[in-house]
Protein backbone atom coordinates (compact mmCIF):
# COMPACT_ATOMS: atom_id res chain seq x y z
CA UNK A 1 0.00 0.00 0.00
CA UNK A 2 1.21 3.74 -0.88
CA UNK A 3 1.31 5.66 2.53
CA UNK A 4 0.91 9.28 1.27
CA UNK A 5 1.91 11.38 4.75
CA UNK A 6 1.82 14.52 3.06
CA UNK A 7 -0.98 17.09 4.09
CA UNK A 8 -2.23 20.49 3.46
CA UNK A 9 -2.27 22.84 6.51
CA UNK A 10 -3.47 26.10 6.17
CA UNK A 11 -2.53 26.82 2.19
CA UNK A 12 1.34 25.46 3.33
CA UNK A 13 2.26 21.59 1.46
CA UNK A 14 3.89 19.98 4.35
CA UNK A 15 5.28 16.66 3.96
CA UNK A 16 4.07 14.73 7.33
CA UNK A 17 2.05 16.41 9.87
CA UNK A 18 4.79 16.43 12.07
CA UNK A 19 5.97 20.09 13.17
CA UNK A 20 8.87 20.74 15.03
CA UNK A 21 7.81 22.97 18.05
CA UNK A 22 9.23 25.96 18.53
CA UNK A 23 12.88 25.58 20.94
CA UNK A 24 16.24 26.79 21.24
CA UNK A 25 17.59 24.82 18.60
CA UNK A 26 14.71 26.10 15.66
CA UNK A 27 17.14 28.98 14.84
CA UNK A 28 20.13 26.65 13.90
CA UNK A 29 20.87 26.08 10.68
CA UNK A 30 22.32 22.63 11.54
CA UNK A 31 19.69 21.47 13.45
CA UNK A 32 17.30 22.48 10.91
CA UNK A 33 18.28 20.12 8.52
CA UNK A 34 18.38 17.74 10.61
CA UNK A 35 14.73 17.85 11.25
CA UNK A 36 14.21 18.37 7.44
CA UNK A 37 15.89 15.05 6.63
CA UNK A 38 14.43 13.61 9.30
CA UNK A 39 10.95 14.15 7.54
CA UNK A 40 9.64 16.99 9.51
CA UNK A 41 6.71 18.42 7.61
CA UNK A 42 7.47 22.26 8.99
CA UNK A 43 9.72 23.97 11.85
CA UNK A 44 8.81 26.49 14.19
CA UNK A 45 11.62 29.49 14.94
CA UNK A 46 11.93 29.96 18.27
CA UNK A 47 9.75 32.90 19.83
CA UNK A 48 11.22 36.05 18.91
CA UNK A 49 10.22 38.40 22.13
CA UNK A 50 10.35 42.02 21.78
CA UNK A 51 11.31 42.15 25.41
CA UNK A 52 14.49 39.77 24.91
CA UNK A 53 15.15 41.72 21.50
CA UNK A 54 14.76 45.23 23.61
CA UNK A 55 17.09 43.96 26.42
CA UNK A 56 19.74 43.08 24.05
CA UNK A 57 19.73 46.08 22.48
CA UNK A 58 20.15 47.99 25.54
CA UNK A 59 23.42 45.97 26.34
CA UNK A 60 24.60 46.08 23.28
CA UNK A 61 24.08 50.00 23.27
CA UNK A 62 25.87 50.13 26.89
CA UNK A 63 29.11 47.48 26.03
CA UNK A 64 29.39 49.91 22.29
CA UNK A 65 29.05 53.16 24.56
CA UNK A 66 31.61 52.48 27.09
CA UNK A 67 33.89 51.14 24.50
CA UNK A 68 33.34 54.04 22.48
CA UNK A 69 34.20 56.52 25.05
CA UNK A 70 37.76 54.36 24.84
CA UNK A 71 37.94 53.97 20.90
CA UNK A 72 37.02 56.93 18.53
CA UNK A 73 37.55 54.68 15.74
CA UNK A 74 34.23 52.56 17.10
CA UNK A 75 31.77 55.33 16.24
CA UNK A 76 32.37 54.67 12.66
CA UNK A 77 32.67 50.97 12.80
CA UNK A 78 29.65 50.69 14.95
CA UNK A 79 27.22 53.95 14.54
CA UNK A 80 24.44 53.94 18.05
CA UNK A 81 21.53 51.24 16.10
CA UNK A 82 18.61 52.69 15.25
CA UNK A 83 16.68 50.06 14.25
CA UNK A 84 14.45 47.87 17.00
CA UNK A 85 16.56 45.15 16.52
CA UNK A 86 14.41 42.65 15.08
CA UNK A 87 16.57 43.33 12.03
CA UNK A 88 18.99 40.99 13.08
CA UNK A 89 16.50 38.13 13.22
CA UNK A 90 14.70 39.04 9.93
CA UNK A 91 18.54 38.47 8.27
CA UNK A 92 19.13 35.10 10.01
CA UNK A 93 15.16 33.99 8.98
CA UNK A 94 16.04 35.11 5.59
CA UNK A 95 19.29 33.14 5.18
CA UNK A 96 17.75 29.97 6.57
CA UNK A 97 15.08 30.53 4.15
CA UNK A 98 17.70 29.93 1.73
CA UNK A 99 19.07 26.66 3.06
CA UNK A 100 16.24 24.82 4.20
CA UNK A 101 12.93 23.15 1.74
CA UNK A 102 10.71 23.04 4.30
CA UNK A 103 8.26 25.90 5.40
CA UNK A 104 9.69 27.77 8.41
CA UNK A 105 6.70 29.61 10.95
CA UNK A 106 8.06 32.22 12.78
CA UNK A 107 7.00 32.76 16.74
CA UNK A 108 6.82 36.28 18.35
CA UNK A 109 5.38 37.72 21.16
CA UNK A 110 5.39 41.90 21.91
CA UNK A 111 4.66 43.96 24.46
CA UNK A 112 2.22 46.28 22.45
CA UNK A 113 -0.37 46.22 19.85
CA UNK A 114 2.25 48.81 17.10
CA UNK A 115 4.92 46.38 18.12
CA UNK A 116 2.86 43.36 17.14
CA UNK A 117 2.23 45.03 13.94
CA UNK A 118 5.52 45.46 12.92
CA UNK A 119 7.25 42.61 14.05
CA UNK A 120 4.47 40.58 12.38
CA UNK A 121 5.31 42.95 8.66
CA UNK A 122 9.25 42.24 9.51
CA UNK A 123 8.96 38.78 9.92
CA UNK A 124 6.72 38.33 6.92
CA UNK A 125 9.36 40.30 4.84
CA UNK A 126 12.48 37.73 5.77
CA UNK A 127 10.77 34.84 3.84
CA UNK A 128 8.47 33.29 6.81
CA UNK A 129 6.02 30.84 5.41
CA UNK A 130 3.88 31.12 7.82
CA UNK A 131 3.58 33.55 11.84
CA UNK A 132 2.90 31.73 15.00
CA UNK A 133 1.70 34.46 17.65
CA UNK A 134 2.42 33.37 21.35
CA UNK A 135 -0.31 34.45 23.25
CA UNK A 136 0.67 33.03 26.62
CA UNK A 137 0.97 35.06 29.57
CA UNK A 138 -0.82 35.36 33.08
CA UNK A 139 -3.53 38.44 33.89
CA UNK A 140 -2.56 39.76 36.93
CA UNK A 141 -4.50 43.09 36.25
CA UNK A 142 -7.45 43.26 38.82
CA UNK A 143 -9.08 45.89 36.82
CA UNK A 144 -10.05 43.82 34.06
CA UNK A 145 -12.17 41.47 33.11
CA UNK A 146 -11.53 37.99 31.49
CA UNK A 147 -13.66 39.40 28.75
CA UNK A 148 -11.63 42.50 28.34
CA UNK A 149 -8.55 40.47 28.63
CA UNK A 150 -9.85 38.18 25.65
CA UNK A 151 -10.98 41.13 23.75
CA UNK A 152 -7.54 42.58 24.04
CA UNK A 153 -5.85 38.98 23.02
CA UNK A 154 -8.59 39.21 19.97
CA UNK A 155 -7.39 42.79 18.77
CA UNK A 156 -3.68 41.50 18.88
CA UNK A 157 -4.91 38.91 16.63
CA UNK A 158 -7.05 41.08 14.34
CA UNK A 159 -4.30 43.62 13.69
CA UNK A 160 -1.99 40.73 12.82
CA UNK A 161 -3.65 39.06 10.52
CA UNK A 162 -5.14 42.26 8.99
CA UNK A 163 -1.15 43.66 8.13
CA UNK A 164 0.04 40.60 6.03
CA UNK A 165 -0.58 38.00 3.64
CA UNK A 166 1.03 35.09 4.79
CA UNK A 167 -1.61 32.23 7.14
CA UNK A 168 -1.29 33.18 11.16
CA UNK A 169 -1.70 30.92 13.52
CA UNK A 170 -2.15 31.32 17.14
CA UNK A 171 -0.48 29.39 20.37
CA UNK A 172 -2.44 29.82 23.26
CA UNK A 173 -2.48 28.81 26.83
CA UNK A 174 -4.61 26.20 27.92
CA UNK A 175 -6.55 28.62 31.17
CA UNK A 176 -9.97 30.19 29.18
CA UNK A 177 -13.51 29.44 30.81
CA UNK A 178 -14.87 28.75 27.57
CA UNK A 179 -12.23 27.78 25.32
CA UNK A 180 -14.41 26.24 22.25
CA UNK A 181 -16.09 29.88 22.20
CA UNK A 182 -12.42 31.53 22.01
CA UNK A 183 -11.76 29.24 18.74
CA UNK A 184 -14.68 30.49 17.49
CA UNK A 185 -13.41 33.92 17.99
CA UNK A 186 -10.07 33.40 16.79
CA UNK A 187 -11.83 31.77 13.37
CA UNK A 188 -13.48 35.01 12.81
CA UNK A 189 -10.88 37.51 12.45
CA UNK A 190 -9.19 34.45 9.94
CA UNK A 191 -6.76 32.87 11.68
CA UNK A 192 -5.92 29.87 10.03
CA UNK A 193 -4.18 27.57 12.85
CA UNK A 194 -4.52 27.57 16.15
CA UNK A 195 -2.10 25.29 18.79
CA UNK A 196 -4.05 23.56 21.48
CA UNK A 197 -1.64 24.07 24.40
CA UNK A 198 1.52 25.84 24.83
CA UNK A 199 2.76 25.45 28.12
CA UNK A 200 4.16 27.56 31.26
CA UNK A 201 7.38 27.20 33.24
CA UNK A 202 7.54 24.68 35.61
CA UNK A 203 6.94 26.41 38.68
CA UNK A 204 8.25 25.27 41.98
CA UNK A 205 9.92 25.83 44.88
CA UNK A 206 14.28 24.48 45.47
CA UNK A 207 13.87 23.85 49.31
CA UNK A 208 17.75 23.75 49.61
CA UNK A 209 18.23 27.17 48.53
CA UNK A 210 15.08 28.54 49.64
CA UNK A 211 14.42 29.98 46.20
CA UNK A 212 11.79 30.18 43.55
CA UNK A 213 13.02 28.00 40.34
CA UNK A 214 10.73 28.64 37.46
CA UNK A 215 12.12 26.34 34.27
CA UNK A 216 11.65 24.84 31.04
CA UNK A 217 11.03 21.16 31.36
CA UNK A 218 10.41 17.87 29.47
CA UNK A 219 6.55 16.70 28.60
CA UNK A 220 5.95 13.77 30.21
CA UNK A 221 3.45 10.77 29.51
CA UNK A 222 -0.41 11.76 30.25
CA UNK A 223 0.26 15.69 29.63
CA UNK A 224 -1.46 15.24 26.56
CA UNK A 225 -4.86 15.04 27.81
CA UNK A 226 -6.60 18.22 27.55
CA UNK A 227 -5.21 18.99 24.54
CA UNK A 228 -6.63 16.02 23.11
CA UNK A 229 -9.98 16.26 24.63
CA UNK A 230 -10.61 20.25 23.39
CA UNK A 231 -9.02 19.12 19.53
CA UNK A 232 -11.95 16.22 19.33
CA UNK A 233 -14.78 18.15 20.91
CA UNK A 234 -13.95 21.16 18.98
CA UNK A 235 -12.88 19.67 15.40
CA UNK A 236 -15.47 21.31 12.59
CA UNK A 237 -15.18 19.58 9.12
CA UNK A 238 -16.61 22.10 7.89
CA UNK A 239 -14.18 25.20 9.69
CA UNK A 240 -11.15 26.44 8.03
CA UNK A 241 -9.64 26.67 11.50
CA UNK A 242 -6.96 24.06 11.86
CA UNK A 243 -6.08 22.56 15.07
CA UNK A 244 -2.84 21.86 16.08
CA UNK A 245 -2.33 19.63 18.80
CA UNK A 246 0.87 20.11 20.95
CA UNK A 247 1.95 19.49 24.60
CA UNK A 248 2.60 15.83 25.32
CA UNK A 249 2.90 13.95 22.72
CA UNK A 250 5.68 12.03 22.61
CA UNK A 251 5.64 9.29 19.83
CA UNK A 252 3.82 8.03 16.36
CA UNK A 253 1.28 6.75 18.62
CA UNK A 254 0.33 9.94 20.30
CA UNK A 255 0.66 11.79 16.73
CA UNK A 256 -2.23 8.97 15.05
CA UNK A 257 -4.08 9.99 18.32
CA UNK A 258 -4.40 13.58 18.10
CA UNK A 259 -5.15 13.27 14.47
CA UNK A 260 -8.22 11.35 15.03
CA UNK A 261 -9.41 13.29 17.20
CA UNK A 262 -9.43 15.79 14.46
CA UNK A 263 -5.72 17.66 14.58
CA UNK A 264 -4.11 18.43 11.15
CA UNK A 265 -0.88 18.55 12.59
CA UNK A 266 1.20 18.08 16.17
CA UNK A 267 3.52 19.93 17.39
CA UNK A 268 6.07 18.02 18.87
CA UNK A 269 9.56 19.40 21.23
CA UNK A 270 10.15 17.42 24.36
CA UNK A 271 10.40 14.28 22.15
CA UNK A 272 13.24 15.08 19.68
CA UNK A 273 14.49 17.91 21.36
CA UNK A 274 17.62 15.47 22.92
CA UNK A 275 17.53 13.30 19.80
CA UNK A 276 16.58 15.23 17.09
CA UNK A 277 16.89 12.28 14.59
CA UNK A 278 13.97 10.68 16.43
CA UNK A 279 11.86 12.85 14.31
CA UNK A 280 12.20 10.04 12.00
CA UNK A 281 11.14 7.45 14.24
CA UNK A 282 8.10 8.98 15.10
CA UNK A 283 7.46 9.27 11.27
CA UNK A 284 8.03 5.87 10.53
CA UNK A 285 5.82 4.38 13.25
CA UNK A 286 2.76 7.43 11.82
CA UNK A 287 3.58 5.24 8.70
CA UNK A 288 3.69 1.34 10.12
CA UNK A 289 0.23 2.54 12.02
CA UNK A 290 -1.63 3.45 8.63
CA UNK A 291 -0.49 0.62 6.88
CA UNK A 292 -2.15 -1.78 9.24
CA UNK A 293 -4.92 0.27 9.37
CA UNK A 294 -5.27 0.59 5.71
CA UNK A 295 -5.39 4.41 5.73
CA UNK A 296 -3.19 5.80 2.70
CA UNK A 297 -3.69 9.85 3.22
CA UNK A 298 -3.77 11.54 6.68
CA UNK A 299 -7.54 12.92 6.09
CA UNK A 300 -8.58 8.96 5.80
CA UNK A 301 -8.44 9.14 9.84
CA UNK A 302 -8.30 12.71 10.09
CA UNK A 303 -11.06 13.68 13.21
CA UNK A 304 -12.76 9.97 13.21
CA UNK A 305 -13.08 9.96 16.51
CA UNK A 306 -14.11 13.68 17.04
CA UNK A 307 -17.25 14.28 18.62
CA UNK A 308 -18.58 16.10 15.82
CA UNK A 309 -18.32 12.34 13.80
CA UNK A 310 -19.49 10.63 17.36
CA UNK A 311 -22.49 12.29 18.78
CA UNK A 312 -22.78 9.03 21.09
CA UNK A 313 -19.40 10.43 21.95
CA UNK A 314 -20.36 13.48 23.74
CA UNK A 315 -21.08 12.21 27.39
CA UNK A 316 -17.08 10.98 27.33
CA UNK A 317 -15.95 14.38 26.32
CA UNK A 318 -17.51 16.24 28.50
CA UNK A 319 -16.73 13.63 31.46
CA UNK A 320 -14.28 15.42 33.41
CA UNK A 321 -14.45 14.18 36.87
CA UNK A 322 -14.88 10.42 38.52
CA UNK A 323 -18.08 9.28 39.02
CA UNK A 324 -18.95 6.62 41.50
CA UNK A 325 -20.72 3.91 39.13
CA UNK A 326 -19.85 1.22 41.96
CA UNK A 327 -17.75 -0.02 40.06
CA UNK A 328 -15.24 -2.92 41.84
CA UNK A 329 -12.50 -1.20 43.34
CA UNK A 330 -9.90 -3.40 42.31
CA UNK A 331 -10.76 -3.05 38.55
CA UNK A 332 -10.65 1.11 39.60
CA UNK A 333 -7.22 0.46 40.68
CA UNK A 334 -6.00 -1.07 38.12
CA UNK A 335 -7.27 1.33 35.47
CA UNK A 336 -5.61 4.21 37.83
CA UNK A 337 -2.39 2.47 37.52
CA UNK A 338 -2.48 1.88 33.88
C1 LIG B 1 13.67 24.39 26.39
C2 LIG B 1 12.35 24.80 25.77
C3 LIG B 1 12.25 26.02 25.11
C4 LIG B 1 11.03 26.41 24.54
N1 LIG B 1 10.94 27.59 23.85
C5 LIG B 1 9.76 27.97 23.31
C6 LIG B 1 9.61 29.17 22.57
O1 LIG B 1 10.58 29.89 22.31
N2 LIG B 1 8.37 29.50 22.13
C7 LIG B 1 7.28 28.71 22.32
O2 LIG B 1 6.19 29.05 21.88
N3 LIG B 1 7.39 27.56 23.00
C8 LIG B 1 8.59 27.17 23.48
N4 LIG B 1 8.68 26.00 24.16
C9 LIG B 1 7.47 25.19 24.34
C10 LIG B 1 7.35 24.14 23.21
O3 LIG B 1 7.29 24.74 21.94
C11 LIG B 1 6.08 23.30 23.41
O4 LIG B 1 4.95 24.11 23.35
C12 LIG B 1 6.08 22.56 24.75
O5 LIG B 1 7.35 22.01 25.04
C13 LIG B 1 5.04 21.45 24.73
O6 LIG B 1 5.29 20.53 23.70
P1 LIG B 1 6.00 19.12 24.00
O7 LIG B 1 5.17 18.42 24.98
O8 LIG B 1 6.09 18.41 22.67
O9 LIG B 1 7.36 19.42 24.55
C14 LIG B 1 9.90 25.58 24.68
C15 LIG B 1 10.02 24.35 25.35
C16 LIG B 1 11.22 23.95 25.89
C17 LIG B 1 11.31 22.61 26.57
New binding site residues.
Given amino acids: MNIDLSTNYMGLNLKSPLII ?4 F ?1 DKIDYLRIYEEAGAGAV ?1 Y ?2 I ?1 QEQVEKDNLLFDELMGEYGDRNAEMVTIAPEREDTGIEDHVFKITEIKKQIKIPLIV ?1 F ?1 CTNIKSWVEYAKAIEKSGADAL ?1 I ?1 L ?1 FVPHDLKKSSNEVEEEQLQIVKSVVESVKIPVTV ?1 ISPFYSNVNLFLDKLAEVNVKGV ?1 L ?3 FLNFDINMNLNKINAR ?4 HKG ?2 SNSLRTVGSYYKSECNLSLVS ?5 SGMDAVKNILVGASVV ?7 LEPRKASVIIDDIKNWMSKNNYSKIEDFKGLLSEEKNKDLKYTYNLVQYLDNKENVSELLKRILI
Fill in positions: GANPTVKTFSNQNLKVFGKPYLSENNTGILEMVSAIL
